[in-house]
């Protein structure tokens, strides 16, 4: 079923900003997509330096499992300072999610495998759906001109 940023908002209780059109019906992407300091990446892009170790049986630290996405979505990072969150929201039994990611570059925050179309909402950026496949979100980086180096992209 094809999701409006309205019907996404209702779903979640997440208030969207006024200059977002509501009705619009949200873009499915299968491949790379930002969503302002947050990046998703489909796992085959970075295989090489992300991984997700295997659950063990018995095993019960809370990081270590998978986690279904409810309706209402998990929270995958809010604004430094307190503010805006980017959800993750699927349909019941469509989605799972995992923070027990190793990356050599350290920017993941975790991992999801979706059946169905899942959806990344937020309230400045508005959402975009994700094509079923497997997806590394990450944290996205910016060179600093003020003080030199890498910083992580303020949202």
């Known amino acids: 079923m094809t999701q409006t940023l309205q019907s996404l908002s209702q779903q979640t209780g997440v208030t969207v ?10 873009p499915v992407v299968d491949g790379l997509q930002a969503q302002g300091d947050l990046m998703v990446v489909p796992l085959h892009l970075v295989a090489q ?7 063990r049986p018995g095993f019960t630290h809370p990081n270590a499992r998978w986690r279904d996405v409810p ?3 998990v929270e995958l990072l809010r604004a430094e300072a307190g503010g805006n969150t980017h959800t993750l929201v ?9 923070i027990n990611v190793l990356d050599d570059t350290r920017l993941a925050i975790g991992v999801f495998e979706a059946s169905e179309v ?38």
Do not use: K, N
């Open 49 to 55: 330096s992300v991984t997700v170790p295997p659950e």
């Open 90 to 98: 699927a349909e019941p039994g469509t989605c799972r999610w995992t």
């Open 118 to 155: 899942v959806y990344l909402l937020h309230p400045e950026h508005g959402a975009s759906g994700c094509a079923p496949g497997t997806y590394v979100v990450r944290r996205q980086r910016e060179h600093d001109r003020r003080r030199g180096g890498i910083r992580f992209v303020a949202d």
């Open 17 to 26: 900003l006024d200059h977002l059109e509501r009705s619009m019906r949200i």
């Open 71 to 73: 309706p209402e979505g």
